[in-house]
């Protein structure tokens, strides 16, 4: 494999699993939101509960937003989540039975 295909292969993962523990484009939104919005300015994030909701909140609040769940829906695993469901499991992130993920909406304001 060239050094070019298999950092397309790497980068391709990468925007598929968010890094090591599924987080690191949503931290990276965290992080920057309060600076993407206007006092007032609403941030709605939708994602699998699986990469922990109240890690988003917790990151969300201490840079100073007013983060909440709006809602939420549970759904069957999808394609990407059923490919990587033994992998999950292994790291004691899924149930043996389990094959419904949560998908939250998240609501954080600018105050």
């Not at 941030?43 to 983060?67: F, I, N, P, Y």
């Not at 549970?74 to 990587?84: A, D, E, H, N, Y």
């Amino acid at each position: 494999m060239s050094a070019r295909l298999a950092t397309r292969v790497r980068s391709r993962a990468r925007s598929w699993d968010a890094g090591r523990d599924g987080r690191l484009l949503v931290d990276r939104i965290c992080d920057a939101a309060p600076r993407a919005l206007r006092p007032g300015g609403v941030l709605l994030m939708v994602h699998s509960g699986l990469c922990g909701t109240e890690d988003t909140l917790q990151r969300l609040s201490s840079a100073g937003l007013r983060a909440t769940v709006g809602d939420h829906a549970v759904i069957p695993f999808g394609p990407v989540l059923c490919s990587r469901a033994a992998w999950l499991r292994c790291r004691g992130l899924l149930d043996e039975a389990q094959d419904t993920e949560k998908l939250v909406i998240i609501r954080a304001e600018n105050s």
